[in-house]
Every structure is written in C-alpha cells, then in structure tokens.
C-alpha cells in the first residue's frame, strides 16, 4: 500500500502549458505540503494545508494554485509553465505539526 | 532568516565502517530535528527524529545527536552498509510553523563494498 502517491511521476511540457500534478494520502492524517527539489537536491516548502485549509504559503509565484479537496488530497496547478519551473515536486503528510512527514515519490516536472 | 545545513557535501566509507552525518542549524527557535534518507528517484524517508529536550535518541543502527549550545546535529550510521548509499538530509522545525520542514542541503553518502 503506498502511504502518498503523487501522479504522475514524470512529467514534460512546453513553457506556455498549464498542468496539474496530484496527490493523495492514506495515512489519515490532516497535513499535507507540497515541496520543490531543486537540481541542487535543495527541498523548500511551498505550501502546506490542514484539514483543507491553507496554512502556509511560501513565497511561490501565483502561477502555482494549490487545492485540496478533502484532507486525503492535495493537488498543486501551475499555470504559465516557465524554464524555471523544471524541477522535483514532493508531497508529503503528517499528523499536524508534532509529528515526522512522510513523502510521495515525487513528480519531475521538464519545461522545455 | 533560517538556514540548515551546508553545502552539499560527500561522505565515502568502507562496507562496514561507521558513518557520521553532521548538520548545522541557525534557527535557536527550533524544537524539533529530523533526518530523512533519499534514494536515486525516489522521496526523502524518515530516519530518526529527536525533540529539543533531549541530546541524544538511539534507533536501528542509527543514533542522533543534538547540541543546542552550538546548533549541531548529527547522524550515526552503525556498520555502515551498500544499502545505506544516498542523500542524507538533516530537518528542523520550529515550534510556531504549522509543520513546516527546513532542510538542509543533504550529504551523499557512498559506502563501497
């Protein structure tokens, strides 16, 4: 049983294109956050929501839409694709704050 | 602003030596530390953690240490095997941010047989 799937795992588009990468948690917890790799293996948090409700947001371009349509899913849109966007995007979950998160397998993202 | 870790160093060590990890951190507001492994293609797993209110915390083959004094952690790796090859990367949060991870930038880790 996978803990948190993302979809897809690969993912390659031309700048201009808007996409949607999602994810989904069977752990039962209420947190969920979206993270960016960089090509430096640098993780940072972009986003993090809690029973549905946005409770973090980083300094992201507005481009990035996140939502959450029950606490088990959290999917991130990006509008606008740019070069720059081209990275590893995790999600991850836990049990609120107190507790360790646990990460999908990611989704590379290409803009090309 | 916060900080953790450096820049991405490498580790190589012998088939069952012991390893250490070390990590730095700048946020004093942090209470919370944790260490995640990262495998070639695959999402960064959950090693061990440790809380602000202990130095030390012992798991399957691997120990942290916390020094709140100077802002360092570190992760032992008993014996040392192929398996544990990969990116290592240290965590911290603090106590008001919602759950919100601070990595540092990780250390490749490279065990030869």
């Known amino acids: 049983d996978t803990a948190v799937s993302q979809t897809p795992k690969y993912l390659v588009t031309q700048m201009g294109n808007d996409k949607s990468i999602k994810c989904e948690q069977n752990?039962?917890?209420?947190?969920m956050y979206w993270y960016k790799q960089d090509s430096k293996k640098f993780l940072k948090i972009m986003f993090s929501?809690?029973?549905?409700?946005?409770?973090i947001n980083e300094t992201v371009p507005n481009r990035f839409s996140p939502k959450s349509p029950d606490k088990a899913h959290l999917n991130l849109h990006i509008n606008s694709l740019e070069l720059g966007d081209s990275a590893v995007y995790f999600c991850?979950?836990?049990?609120?704050?107190?507790?360790?998160?646990?990460f999908g397998q990611g989704t590379r993202l290409t803009v090309v | 602003g916060e900080s953790v870790g450096l820049h991405l160093p490498t580790l190589s060590v012998q088939e069952g030596d012991n390893s250490i990890i070390n990590c730095a951190y700048s946020?004093?507001?942090?209470?919370?530390f944790i260490w995640y492994k990262q495998e070639s293609g695959k999402g960064p797993q959950f090693i061990i953690d440790?809380?602000?209110?202990?130095d030390k915390r012992q798991g399957q083959r691997v120990t942290v240490l916390l020094n709140k004094t100077v802002k360092h952690l570190s992760l032992q790796i008993a014996a040392t095997q192929p398996g544990d090859s990969a990116v290592y990367f240290c965590?911290?949060?603090?106590?008001?941010?919602?759950?919100?991870?601070?990595f540092g930038q990780g250390t490749i880790l490279t065990v030869h047989p």
């Open positions: 965590a911290e949060r603090e106590r008001t941010s919602y759950g919100k991870l601070t």
């Open positions: 946020n004093s507001a942090s209470d919370y």
């Open positions: 991850a979950s836990s049990l609120w704050r107190d507790s360790e998160a646990f």
């Open positions: 929501y809690n029973n549905k409700e946005l409770i």
């Open positions: 752990l039962g917890h209420d947190t």
């Open positions: 440790i809380r602000s209110n202990m």
